[in-house]
């Protein structure tokens, strides 16, 4: 198979949006707009015509890029450009996409810092070990495990917390509902 692979440098237009299909399976897309510069004769620079890409990145990936992209950030996007085509109304239609492998801070901008994120599947889903890592690491194998069970179980916590709160609002509700008086 022949694969176009492009790398663009701009800018995020928006926020990148998170999405869950109806399989469970997450995607993430964005936009991203990349301007030429250049320099004329006389020493002046003069933009070119912005050329605009949609940007999608799949599974944790698009965790990731949802938690560290933002609108105005300036990017470099490596990935498979695609030709998506669909039907509407007014006939078929078709846009260039970008299938990301790779999406990072354009560091001739500005400072960025990075923090690796581990996930792992457990009984209450996939958690997000990454304190645990930190926490483990120059200790025993031991104290690993017992840093990695302490995530999941705080993981766990949270869930029935969430739970447990919106238990209390509907409960609150009611309360609220009979309590309004009726004139």
Do not use: C
């Not at 897309?29 to 002046?44: D, E, F, K």
């Not at 990935?79 to 669909?86: M, N, S, T, V």
Request: aromatic share 6%.
């Amino acid at each position: 198979m022949n694969d176009i692979y492009v790398t663009v440098t701009g800018w995020v237009a928006r926020d990148p949006e998170l999405r869950v299909s109806n399989e469970g399976n997450e995607w993430a897309t964005l936009r991203v707009g990349s301007t030429p510069r250049r320099r004329t004769p006389a020493g002046t620079w003069v933009d070119g015509v912005t050329q605009w890409f949609d940007v999608k990145v799949f599974g944790k990936f698009a965790r990731n890029v949802t938690s560290s992209i933002k609108q105005g950030h300036p990017v470099t996007v490596s990935g498979r450009l695609l030709l998506e085509e669909w039907k509407s109304d007014d006939g078929p239609r078709s846009r260039q996409v970008i299938h990301a492998q790779t999406i990072g801070h354009d560091l001739t901008r500005g400072e960025a810092s990075f923090t690796r994120v581990r996930y792992e599947s457990g009984p209450e889903g996939v958690v997000d070990v990454t304190g645990a890592e930190e926490l483990a690491e120059g200790t025993s194998e031991e104290a690993a495990d017992e840093a990695q069970d302490t995530a999941h179980q705080d993981a766990a916590q949270q869930s029935t917390t969430q739970e447990d709160t919106a238990q209390q609002d509907t409960d609150q509700e009611a309360t609220e509902r009979d309590l309004t008086p009726v004139f």
